[in-house]
């Protein structure tokens, strides 16, 4: 009779895919928000520099003091907001590289049930054929001993072989008879 493979610690195995994919998820929304600090940062240093070139130009051309005044006070607003979203960025590529690292571990711990849920089905698929080469051997001895018995000039041992095939059927060692 086959047995219905269990695997015990299925429980664990469900709720450590689930750990796996809540580390993804919060991979992913790290990793995204991380890129559009990245972003939005690299926008800010670009029109960074197209503001210092116009300024540069201004100065080249001799522009008014006030309006030259007026580009390096936004220059300056420009710079400090661009720090300030540098270090946004590099906090969330920081949180990202924190939540990589967890689902990483959070992979592995999954990773290593499912292997134990495979090697543990490979024994009871294994203990499954033993069981089953075991009733087809004791068959075998059966028809082997009632052939035996059938057969003219039977020997005296056959006697303790048809034991034997019994107790195997019933669980119990065989019972050697002197």
Same mark, same amino acid.
């Given at each position: 009779? %086959?047995? !219905?493979? @269990?695997? #015990? ?13 809540? =580390? ?8 995204? +928000? ?9 926008? /800010?240093?670009? !029109?960074?520099?197209?503001? $210092? ?6 100065? @080249?051309?001799?522009?008014?003091? =006030?309006? /030259? ?5 936004? &220059? ?8 300030? #979203?540098?270090?946004?960025? !590099? ?6 590289? $924190?939540?990589?690292? +967890?689902?990483?571990?959070? %992979?592995?711990?999954? #990773? ?15 203990? &499954? ?24 000039? %039977? ?21 050697? #008879?002197?």
């Amino acid at each position: 009779m %086959k047995r !219905r493979f @269990e695997f #015990r610690l299925e429980r664990l195995r469900r709720v450590r895919a689930l750990e796996e994919s809540v =580390a993804r998820a919060e991979r992913a929304r790290a990793e995204s +928000e991380a890129r559009g600090a990245e972003a939005r940062a690299d926008e /800010l240093r670009t !029109r960074l520099a197209g503001d $210092r070139a116009w300024v540069r130009t201004a100065q @080249e051309e001799s522009a008014p003091a =006030a309006r /030259l005044l007026a580009a390096h006070r936004t &220059l300056d607003t420009s710079a400090s907001r661009l720090r300030t #979203r540098v270090e946004a960025a !590099r906090a969330l590529r920081t949180t990202a590289e $924190r939540a990589a690292e +967890e689902h990483r571990r959070r %992979k592995t711990a999954a #990773r290593a049930l499912d292997e134990l849920r495979a090697r543990a089905r490979g024994l009871h698929l294994s203990g &499954l054929a033993r069981e089953e080469q075991a009733v087809l051997d004791e068959v075998a001895q059966r028809t082997a001993s009632a052939r035996a018995g059938a057969a003219p000039g %039977k020997a005296e041992g056959d006697s303790s072989l048809r034991s034997g095939a019994t107790d195997l059927a019933s669980g119990s060692p065989p019972t050697v #008879r002197p």
